[in-house]
């Protein structure tokens, strides 16, 4: 029986955004900009960074809401259909 060893593709995904973050501080540290240029900058993706993350946050709450929402019709649903057919088995 042969055994797969090979990397999977979190590990993957991990290795890139290491590479990712790695190749951009270097470039930061090479970058032809003041120190200050370099702030402002770091500062306004960092800003449009969470502002991103709290979209997608609300987002997936919205998501999680509405399939919670679903669920509990579905079973609300599932338990009426459940006692119109004992009622009518008792008829």
Known sequence: MTRDE????????????????????VALLYAPQTGRETRDYLGDKA?????????AAAKGREAL??????????????REAYQQARARDKA
Do not use: H, K
């Open 65 to 78: 809401n509405q399939g919670r929402e679903t669920l509990n019709t579905a079973i609300e649903r599932g």
């Open 6 to 25: 090979g990397a999977g593709a979190g590990s993957i995904l991990l290795a890139f955004l290491l590479g990712a973050v790695s190749g951009a501080a």
């Open 47 to 55: 800003d449009e960074a969470r502002r991103r993350a709290a979209d």
